[in-house]
């Protein structure tokens, strides 16, 4: 098993940057694939990007392609979201999640584990 603690967090203004980071303890953090997924008020849970294994694969939704960046670092047990040009519709609370599917997954109950959570607003 892995917990997952995220962090970073907090306002910023539209067209700002911010950085989430994931920290994680447990047994075999490289054994897991790793996403972010986000949830706004009064919506469903939504994928937002995920990292493989070793770091050789990403996969991005849509509507944060170009954006935001996952990244993470085995020898640390962390992974992280940098996310630039923010816009209002990011508003959400970002989860780091942790599976152990074959490929990459941007379905919400596939994923294993999950952190607390941490919200992110983005107003003027």
């Known amino acids: 098993q892995v917990q997952l603690v995220e962090s970073g967090g907090g306002l910023v203004q539209p067209g700002g940057s911010l950085k989430l980071s994931c920290a994680a303890s447990?047994?075999?953090?490289?054994?897991?694939?790793m996403g972010w997924l986000r949830q706004a008020p009064g919506k469903d849970r939504e994928f937002v990007a995920a990292?493989?294994?070793?770091?050789?694969?990403?996969k991005y939704a849509d509507s944060v392609k170009g954006r935001f960046t996952i990244s993470r670092d085995n020898t640390k047990n962390t992974v992280n979201l940098q996310m630039n040009s923010l816009k209002p519709e990011d508003t959400a609370v970002y989860y780091c999640?942790?599976?152990?599917?074959?490929?990459?997954?941007?379905?919400?109950?596939?994923?294993?584990?999950w952190g607390q959570g941490t919200q992110v607003t983005v107003s003027s």
């Open positions: 999640a942790a599976e152990r599917t074959t490929f990459l997954t941007n379905v919400a109950r596939l994923y294993d584990y």
């Open positions: 447990g047994r075999s953090f490289s054994n897991y694939n």
């Open positions: 990292i493989s294994r070793n770091a050789g694969s990403t």
